[in-house]
């Protein structure tokens, strides 16, 4: 999957509420790092944090600027809308 790709189908996720997509976009055994609570979850711990999320702040993310890449990883910015 192209690094756009990934970025649209991540945004699909988020903007339509779904946990466990969202974290479908981790490998199975792959961790997700909570910078800004310093906290580090696993796939299924992912699912029930953004599901939680979703409970309490409803609303859709978009893109902003380019998506940019290189052979072994990609980097995007986004906004909160709504």
């Not at 490998?27 to 299924?44: C, L, Y």
């Not at 711990?45 to 859709?60: A, K, Q, R, W």
């Not at 600027?65 to 072994?72: R, T, Y």
Request: aromatic share 14%; hydrophobic share 45%.
């Amino acid at each position: 999957m192209h690094a756009a790709e990934f970025v649209a189908s991540y945004f699909d996720a988020w903007n339509h509420g779904d946990p466990q997509g969202v974290a479908d976009h981790l490998t199975a055994d792959g961790i997700f790092v909570d910078v800004p609570q310093n906290m580090v979850r696993t796939h299924d711990e992912l699912i029930v944090m953004v599901h939680d999320y979703f409970s309490d702040f409803p609303g859709g993310y978009e893109l902003l600027g380019e998506i940019l890449s290189s052979k072994v990883t990609f980097a995007f910015q986004y906004r909160a809308c709504g």
